[in-house]
């Protein structure tokens, strides 16, 4: 498709919703819970990789940036995932720890929309997760100076070579301490289900004083 192409695509496509409704009285009063419901609809509907969510975070200038990161773990309510901590996210997230995750499952025609405050998880934690994962994807840690510049592909390669043999006779590799954790402790969900002629419901939860208000807010 050329350019062109994609722009008049873009605009004259026109799609509308089904009528799957969420309503106030049917959501859970915990987002958790409403979140565990959705979760298991998304695997239900085959939904390429569930747990994937865009995170954004800004400097301190309020300059903000996002990406994909993979939703690893749900530890006293707070929403857990696994990144190099001087890469650009992590350097924002030292500058300006608020944060916003947004998880969109298409093909439900939903959106969950969370935002709160960033702090990285327990070293034990972090430990934890990465003794977890295979050897490569240790290697792959140390070997990523996540977010700078590399001279091409080869000198990345070069370094997991060099680390592959540097830790081939070991199953032992420690996390590097640039490597962990963070947690997003919410205190704003928003559950949004796509209904006909935009008339979207969005149902909101608020933390306040550690209770979750709900509120319905207008498409
Ligand atoms: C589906 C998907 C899952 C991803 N999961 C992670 C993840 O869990 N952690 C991570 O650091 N990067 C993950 N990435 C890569 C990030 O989107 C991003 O490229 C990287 O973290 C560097 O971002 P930054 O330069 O803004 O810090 C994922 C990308 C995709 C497309």
Same mark, same amino acid.
């Given at each position: 498709?050329?350019?062109?192409?994609?722009?008049?695509?873009?605009?004259?496509?026109?799609?509308?919703?089904?009528?799957?409704?969420?309503?106030?009285?049917?959501?859970?009063?915990?987002?958790?819970?409403?979140?565990?419901?959705?979760?298991?609809?998304? +695997?239900?509907?085959? *939904?390429? $990789?569930? %747990?994937?969510?865009?995170?954004?975070?800004?400097? /301190?200038? @309020?300059?903000?940036? #996002?990406?994909?990161?993979?939703?690893?773990?749900?530890?006293?309510?707070?929403?857990?995932?696994?990144?190099?901590?001087?890469?650009?996210?992590?350097?924002?997230?030292?500058?300006?720890?608020?944060?916003?995750?947004?998880?969109?499952?298409?093909?439900?025609?939903?959106?969950?929309?969370?935002?709160?405050?960033?702090?990285? +998880?327990?070293?034990? *934690?972090? $430990?934890? %997760?990465?003794?977890?994962?295979?050897k490569?994807? /240790?290697i @792959?840690?140390w070997a #990523?100076?996540?977010?700078?510049?590399?001279?091409?592909?080869?000198?990345?390669e070069q370094k997991v070579k060099e680390l592959s043999i540097q830790y081939q006779d070991s199953?032992?590799i420690?996390?590097?301490?640039?490597?962990?954790?963070?947690?997003?402790?919410?205190?704003?969900?928003?559950?949004?289900?796509?209904?006909?002629?935009?008339?979207?419901?969005? *149902?909101?939860?608020?933390?306040?004083?550690?209770?979750?208000?709900?509120?319905?807010?207008?498409?």
């Amino acid at each position: 498709m050329s350019l062109e192409e994609v722009k008049s695509y873009i605009n004259s496509i026109r799609r509308d919703f089904a009528d799957r409704p969420l309503n106030e009285s049917a959501v859970s009063k915990n987002p958790f819970e409403q979140y565990a419901i959705w979760f298991e609809e998304a +695997v239900g509907s085959q *939904i390429l $990789d569930p %747990y994937a969510m865009c995170l954004s975070t800004a400097n /301190k200038e @309020g300059k903000p940036s #996002s990406r994909v990161v993979y939703m690893r773990d749900i530890i006293a309510q707070q929403f857990i995932f696994y990144t190099n901590y001087n890469s650009q996210k992590g350097l924002e997230l030292a500058e300006n720890p608020y944060a916003s995750l947004n998880i969109h499952w298409g093909e439900l025609e939903r959106q969950i929309r969370i935002e709160g405050k960033v702090t990285k +998880v327990k070293p034990e *934690i972090s $430990d934890a %997760y990465f003794n977890a994962r295979p050897k490569e994807s /240790k290697i @792959g840690a140390w070997a #990523s100076h996540q977010s700078s510049v590399l001279k091409d592909r080869k000198e990345l390669e070069q370094k997991v070579k060099e680390l592959s043999i540097q830790y081939q006779d070991s199953e032992n590799i420690p996390r590097p301490d640039f490597w962990g954790g963070y947690q997003l402790d919410p205190t704003r969900i928003e559950f949004w289900q796509g209904r006909p002629s935009r008339l979207h419901d969005r *149902i909101v939860f608020i933390k306040e004083q550690e209770e979750w208000c709900v509120e319905r807010v207008s498409p």
